[in-house]
């Protein structure tokens, strides 16, 4: 790692990767084999402040700089994807939503037990038919009395079923459009909450993707996070932060496979010398070092701009876009250094390929990011009257 971290950053590093290696590493084969949630882990981690790590110390976090999270949330990637997305969910888009947007109460009710790494954050977000569009949110949520009664499906929920704590966006006022969206509290095992079947996912098997079914879900007036319309804002606001995770998760699993790609290259042998003696490897490895470099500078200047205060969603969803399209490429490349043994499950960069495949597409697609970042440029589109 060539880019230059201050003292605490280093530390963290250090901390993290050896329980990440030791610890996280250590059955994240099997737990992808068997789809297995490692619940025990997340405490682990909220022991080691990992579950709050942007969450300031009064409310029991680590109140940690935007930088020494994406290279904690890279370390536990290089493990186990699977563990990272779910650290990252939790971080990035539910608690830095309870400390943007929460009040006092909701922060002192949620934070310190989300801290711990018991209570988990899932962010229901997208639907059937909003996905790209979240604007479009069919889930509605009507105003009785003290109470807001929620009806709707959440589609591909991370954490949806072992999470404490879902933040549901809801339309509370159909006559506006953005603005008659609005973002609730809503913990697990609330009558009218419904768990759908997990889906079969490709990679990252061991994280948990549901839908979550409201069916008269009934809330109290005071699980509204934030103010009536501000669920769109507090949904771009923690993407924007999300994606700065998705670009550390990226890293970390790039990492992952550049590290068996040149073990590999040293040891396999044909034509009787290691094939890392080939020029074809040998500038495989070199491209697959530069890209995650390039990645990993663009993240920390996210990052950096995000803890300075100064606007960064272009520079995140720039980091996301570049990061993400450069682990597919990365981990394309290991698997065809390993031949075909590349292609069975006994090696690592099987699973890495799997797993690397969805960061082009959660929390924003590619297209998506193009869409911000050329908005952030040009200025959005015009529309013609
Ligand atoms: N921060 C704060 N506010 C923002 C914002 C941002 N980054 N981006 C937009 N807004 C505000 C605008 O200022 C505007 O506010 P006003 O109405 O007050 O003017 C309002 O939001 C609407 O803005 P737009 O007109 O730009 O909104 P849009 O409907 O055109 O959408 C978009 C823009 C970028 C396409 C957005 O819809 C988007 O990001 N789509 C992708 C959604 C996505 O990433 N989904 C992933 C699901 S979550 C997930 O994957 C998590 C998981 O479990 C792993």
């Known amino acids: 790692m060539t880019i230059i971290l201050n003292e605490d950053q280093t530390l963290i590093q250090t901390m993290v990767r050896k329980f990440a290696r030791e610890i996280v590493a250590k059955e994240a084969a099997e737990r992808d084999q068997s789809g297995t949630f490692p619940k025990e882990i997340f405490q682990q981690m909220g022991e080691l402040g990992l579950m709050g790590m942007l969450v300031p110390e009064t409310y029991g976090g680590s109140g940690a700089d935007a930088v020494s999270y994406a290279i ?193 290259a040293k040891t396999r042998e044909q034509f009787g010398r290691p094939i890392g003696d080939f020029q074809g490897i040998r500038w495989y490895i070199a491209e697959m070092a530069t890209e995650i470099e390039a990645a990993r500078l663009m993240c920390h200047n996210a990052a950096v701009l995000k803890s300075s205060g100064q606007p960064y969603t272009m520079a995140a969803s720039m980091a996301k876009m570049y990061a993400s399209e450069m682990v597919n490429r990365v981990a394309g490349r290991a698997l065809q250094i390993h031949g075909g043994y590349g292609y069975c499950k006994e090696y690592p960069v099987e699973r890495h390929y799997r797993d690397a495949r969805v960061f082009t597409i959660y929390e924003g697609t590619t297209e998506i990011q193009r869409l911000v970042i050329s908005n952030g440029i040009l200025g959005p589109i015009a529309t013609k009257s």
């Open 72 to 264: 904690a949330l890279s370390e536990i990637a290089y493990a186990c994807a699977s563990t990272a997305v779910v650290m990252s969910v939790h971080n990035s888009i539910c608690c830095e939503s309870i400390l943007n947007f929460g009040s006092q109460a909701q922060q002192q009710l949620w934070l310190p037990k989300m801290c711990t790494g018991t209570c988990i954050g899932a962010f229901g977000l997208t639907e059937p038919e909003a996905g790209s569009n979240p604007a479009s949110q069919k889930t509605t949520a009507v105003r009785d009395g003290k109470y807001w009664v929620l009806n709707g499906t959440k589609q591909f929920i991370t954490s949806g079923k072992n999470g404490g704590v879902v933040i549901v966006i809801a339309r509370t006022d159909k006559a506006k459009a953005h603005g008659g969206i609005s973002a609730f509290l809503v913990p697990q095992g609330t009558p009218g909450m419904t768990i759908g079947a997990s889906e079969n996912k490709m990679g990252l098997r061991a994280s948990d993707t549901v839908q979550l079914i409201f069916e008269d879900c009934r809330v109290p007036e005071d699980a509204m996070l934030g103010k009536p319309g501000q669920g769109f804002k507090l949904a771009m606001t923690a993407l924007d932060s999300g994606r700065i995770g998705v670009a550390a998760q990226s890293i970390g699993v790039a990492e992952a496979c550049l590290d068996e790609a040149v073990a590999y």
